[in-house]
Every structure is written in structure tokens, then in C-alpha cells.
């Protein structure tokens, strides 16, 4: 149990980690975060070559290591982990995998989340007990939900492709719950996962051994890239900070410099989640969680270990609209939002209202502070508005000239750089929470997205509707 040796080094003064905390320029929890991570990755080469053939005691295996892991970065504060395993455990015993259960899973857990972050959230970038949990909060709730499209199954109602491969028919015993919820390769910062899949891999449905080669490859290469990025984060948040952001002299600089910083800023901001992401991730794959089927190429059949992906890189980089930077990031959460909040709220008989209470939702789950919602606002209103314009410009017959001359090179640069720059204002609210602090940075922009993203459906729309009408491909065949 090195992580529990390590902490008590701590509590007697001896642990390396201050030390080698104040080298690098970080702080002690934020670099126990980061060798936890990486731990990871030496434990699935161990679990492979030496305790893989355990299989009555996976779950144990799993539970032990993620209780190490926690114990090491949160002390005796992990026990609030257990907090849900312990309820979900109870309630499905007692009410059945229904309707109930997963309404009753889904208020508690966020109630406990919201709970969490009243009590321990500061100005600061924090790194408590909330942060595993506000990921255990995802997959307790999609579990509670996969065990009520198991039951629908068994009562014969015909489920949806992706609710098929999710939906949970047996009740999953203790064992299970702990080993789900502590795999350590991904406790503390995600990726999620459904019980299924762990339950696959628990039983060796997936050609670990057959495999290996092809598995260990995939691994390696995530690792290297997470670390990568993580030298890039570091290297890039020297350069480009918040604090020069709120300070005097970032409002004495041009504006079209503001805004162009402000995007640097962000960019780099959002590598400290892709690179904690990608480490992850090749620990998934080293673990051989992350197995997703064949892929048919010239030469046959190629292993694919990205199921448990979530950031897709080149999409990410290449990105000129929000949508791009949405399919891209954070993907296993986008996939809970869809699967399990967007879709459950097809009765409201309105997109957009059910993209409304998704993105309400995602704000609450990340925490209570002003500039999480003016985020999600901010998300809300650009996609808006995106979908509305890309769907006028793509009825004319501009839209089709503009991609098939030499112009479409500038557009691209001007589609680069609109999003490159309004990703940074509208990310800085969610990195400042604070409502001051993220209103004086708004303030320095001039609250320019509010100007061009607000009016669009009373103002921009109708003029621009009006503009277009001579161009419109239905005109011109008339």
C-alpha cells in the first residue's frame, strides 16, 4: 500500500513531495494528484503479468488499489466515496432496478456533490474529496439507469443501440460496486465508464492475451502524448496566465491583443485536463479496459483500444467552430450528458429546452460558483447560434462557391480564429468562478461575445435572412 506509506511519511515530515513540489512550481495536492495518475500505469502492467489470472478477486484487486490511491491524496476524507456505493447498494436492493431508484440515485447523489463543494470550495483551484467524486457521481447515476433499461429489456421493450450495450440485467453485488467505482486507473479524474463494459473486462471477455502487443503499443502512445501535454501546460501557463489577465496592465494592450491572449490562455488552460485525460487513458488501455472491437484495414483485423477516449486530439486542434470543441472534449462526459440527460428529457417535446436543462445540469455538477453557469450559458448561446447560421448559409449558393475556390484557405483561417479566441471568453468565467474576477476580465473585452452571440435570433438573423434571400439555392432554381 505505497500511497497509505507515503501518507504517513507526510504526517511525520519525511515525504520527498514538498520538496520536489516547490522544484517544479506546483502545489503538494495538485503533484500527489499527478504521480497518482501515473501510478496507474506501472499497477496495469503489475495487475497484467502477475495477478490477471486472480479472477475471484479482481473486484478486491481494483478496490485495494483505489482505496490506496484515495486514502494518499484525501486521507481519512475518502470515506465520503463510499457514501454512494453504499446507498445505490441499498436502494436497488430495496426498491428494484426502476423508475424510482434512478430518480431517488440521481437527486441524492447530487444533493451529496453540491454538499461537498458548499463545504470545501474556495476562490482557488481546489483538489478535494469532490474531485474523484464528482466522477463517481456520473457513473453511480448512469449505473442507476442501466439497471432500469436492464429491467425494460427483460420486460421485452426494444431499447435503443447504444442503451442495449449499457443496460444492466443482474443486480451487481458489493464486490462489483467497489472494484466499478475504485478502479484505479481512472478514480480520480475519469475517464467514465458504464458497469457493463467493467463487468466484460472483469470477465475476460475482451482478448487481453491475444492482444497484448497491439494493447501495450496503444498504451505507450497515449502515455507519451499526455506527457507531452503536460510539459506544454507547463511551459504555456508561464507565458500566459490569469493574473496578467486581471491586472491593469493587461487593460492598457490593444483589444484585438486582449483577445488573441485570452485564447492562448485558454488553450493552454484546457492542456492540465488533457494531459490528467490522456495519462489516464493509456492506463485504461494498459489495464486492457479500453478494448473496442476490430477495425477491418488491408493488411486484416486491427485491435482498437479507444473506448475509453476522451479527448480526440486532432479534431480538438483543428477545431473552427464550438462544435468541434463539444465532439471533441471531455467525450465520455458529453456521452453521459446525451445518453442520460438529453435524451431522458425527449418528453419536454423541445430541443433546445432539453439542451437547456443538459447544460444546467453540467453547470450543477461542476459546482455552485457564478462563473460555471456563465460557461455553460456561453455554450448555449454560440451553439445557438452556430447551428442557426451554418443552417441559412448552407441553403445559398455562396456557401458552395465560397469551399470550392481559393477563398475557402481565408475562411478557415477566420473560422480558426473565431474559435480559438471566443473558447478563451468563454472559458474564463469557468477558471475564475468568481463573479468580480471573471466580470473585470469581461469587462477588458469589452463583453464582446455578449454583443455578437445575444442578438443573433432578434437582430443578426433577420437581417441576415433578408441578405441572403437573393442567393438562396431554392431562388436560383426557380
Given at each position: ?9 507526510t ?15 506546483t ?101 478535494t474529496?469532490t ?15 442501466d ?74 502512445k ?10 506544454a ?6 507565458v ?26 485558454a ?28 477495425e ?23 477545431a ?7 465532439n471533441?472534449f ?101 477558471d ?21 452571440f ?25
Amino acid at each position: 500500500m505505497i500511497g497509505v506509506i507515503l501518507l504517513m511519511m507526510t504526517w511525520v515530515n519525511l515525504s520527498p513531495i514538498p520538496y520536489l513540489a516547490n522544484i517544479i512550481g506546483t502545489t503538494v495536492p495538485a503533484l500527489q494528484l499527478l504521480l497518482s495518475i501515473l501510478w496507474g500505469y506501472p499497477l496495469a502492467i503489475i495487475f497484467n503479468k502477475k495477478l490477471r489470472e486472480n479472477t475471484e478477486y479482481k473486484n478486491v484487486i481494483f478496490a485495494l488499489m483505489g482505496f490506496d490511491i484515495a486514502v494518499y491524496n484525501f486521507g481519512l476524507s475518502f470515506a465520503h466515496n463510499l457514501v454512494p456505493v453504499a446507498v445505490i447498494y441499498l436502494t436497488t436492493k430495496l426498491l428494484g432496478p426502476g423508475r424510482n431508484n434512478a430518480i431517488i440515485t440521481l437527486i441524492f447523489n447530487m444533493v451529496y456533490l453540491l454538499n461537498g463543494y458548499i463545504q470545501t470550495e474556495s476562490e482557488d483551484y481546489d483538489i478535494t474529496w469532490t474531485m474523484p467524486h464528482c466522477v463517481l457521481t456520473l457513473k453511480v447515476i448512469a449505473l442507476s439507469f442501466d439497471l432500469w433499461d436492464g429491467q425494460k429489456k427483460k420486460e421485452g421493450v426494444v431499447l435503443s443501440a447504444n442503451t442495449s450495450k449499457t443496460a444492466v440485467e443482474n443486480l451487481p453485488e458489493i464486490l462489483d460496486l467497489l472494484g466499478f467505482i475504485y478502479f484505479p486507473a481512472c478514480f480520480l479524474v475519469g475517464p467514465t465508464f458504464s458497469f457493463r463494459r467493467y463487468q466484460d473486462f472483469v470477465r475476460d471477455v475482451y482478448p487481453i492475451k491475444s492482444e497484448e502487443t497491439q494493447m501495450a503499443s496503444q498504451a505507450m502512445k497515449r502515455l507519451l502524448q499526455g506527457l507531452g501535454y503536460l510539459i506544454a501546460y507547463q511551459v504555456g501557463v508561464t507565458v500566459f496566465n490569469m493574473k496578467y489577465m486581471l491586472s491593469d496592465e493587461f487593460g492598457e494592450t490593444s483589444i484585438v491583443y486582449r483577445h488573441f491572449y485570452c485564447g492562448m490562455w485558454a488553450h493552454f488552460a484546457l492542456y492540465k485536463y488533457i494531459s490528467c485525460w490522456l495519462l489516464a487513458e493509456a492506463s485504461c488501455i494498459r489495464f486492457g479496459l479500453s478494448f473496442n472491437g476490430y477495425e477491418d484495414t488491408v493488411n486484416g483485423k486491427v485491435s482498437q483500444w479507444d473506448a475509453c477516449n476522451n479527448i480526440i486530439l486532432m479534431e480538438f486542434e483543428g477545431a473552427t467552430k464550438f462544435q468541434h470543441y463539444i465532439n471533441s472534449f471531455n467525450c465520455n462526459t458529453n456521452y453521459f450528458a446525451s445518453e442520460y440527460v438529453y435524451k431522458r428529457l425527449k418528453f419536454l417535446g423541445n430541443r433546445y429546452l432539453s439542451q437547456f436543462f443538459t447544460l444546467l445540469f453540467l453547470a450543477l455538477w461542476h459546482g455552485i460558483r457564478s462563473g460555471y453557469y456563465m460557461t455553460f450559458f456561453n455554450e448555449y448561446i454560440i451553439i445557438y447560434m452556430e447551428k442557426e447560421l451554418e443552417a441559412l448559409l448552407v441553403q445559398t449558393t455562396i456557401y458552395d462557391k465560397i469551399w470550392n475556390s481559393s477563398a475557402k484557405s481565408l475562411v478557415y483561417v477566420f473560422l480558426k480564429s473565431y474559435t480559438f479566441v471566443f473558447m478563451g471568453w468563454s472559458l474564463a468565467p469557468f477558471d475564475l468562478k468568481i463573479f468580480w474576477k471573471w466580470w473585470h476580465v469581461y469587462s477588458s473585452l469589452y463583453f464582446s461575445g455578449f454583443l455578437i452571440f445575444l442578438p443573433w435570433p432578434l437582430v443578426y438573423k433577420p437581417l441576415l435572412k433578408k441578405a441572403l434571400k437573393s442567393y438562396s439555392k431554392k431562388a436560383k432554381e426557380t
